[in-house]
C-alpha cells in the first residue's frame, strides 16, 4: 500500500495563493488516483480534487473549480494542489489520499490511503 508524506500548508489572507504537495512512499503513484479531501472543524470531510495517474483526468468539487489546480510530479512521484483566490471558507486540514485505480465514486471510502493532513487557515 503506498504511503503518503504531505507537506505545505500554513496562514494566508484571503485572496491568497499556497500549496500542499503530497508524495509518495514505499511505492510509486503509478496506477491510482490521487486526491485531496479536506475537513473544517465542526463538519464533515469532503472532496476537493483528484488526479488519475494513468489518464490523467482530473476531478474537482464545484466549490474549488476555477481556483484550484491539481497537478503531478511523475519524477518526484508528487502530487500537487495549488490553491489561489482562497476563502476562509477553505480553512480545514486537508489531507491527501490515494486509491488503487479509476475511482468511480468521489468518497472517503473509495480511497484507502491516507496522509496526515495538513492545516490550511484562510484569514479575513
Known amino acids: 500500500q503506498v504511503q503518503l508524506q504531505e507537506s505545505g500548508g500554513g496562514l494566508v489572507q484571503a485572496g491568497g495563493s499556497l500549496r500542499v504537495s503530497c508524495a509518495a512512499t514505499?511505492?510509486?503513484?503509478?496506477?491510482?488516483?490521487v486526491g485531496w479531501f479536506r475537513q473544517a472543524p465542526g463538519k464533515e470531510r469532503e472532496f476537493v480534487s483528484a488526479?488519475?495517474?494513468?489518464?490523467?483526468?482530473?476531478y474537482y468539487a464545484d466549490s474549488v473549480k476555477g481556483r484550484f489546480t491539481i497537478s503531478r510530479d511523475n519524477v518526484k512521484n508528487t502530487v500537487y494542489l495549488q490553491m489561489h483566490g482562497l476563502k476562509p471558507e477553505d480553512t480545514a486540514v486537508y489531507y491527501c489520499?490515494?486509491?488503487?485505480?479509476?475511482?468511480?465514486?468521489?468518497?472517503?471510502?473509495?480511497?484507502?490511503?491516507w496522509g496526515q493532513g495538513n492545516q490550511v487557515t484562510v484569514s479575513s
Open positions: 489520499a490515494a486509491a488503487l485505480g479509476t475511482v468511480v465514486e468521489e468518497s472517503e471510502t473509495s480511497f484507502g490511503s
Open positions: 514505499g511505492r510509486t503513484f503509478s496506477g491510482h488516483t
Open positions: 488526479i488519475n495517474w494513468r489518464t490523467y483526468y482530473k
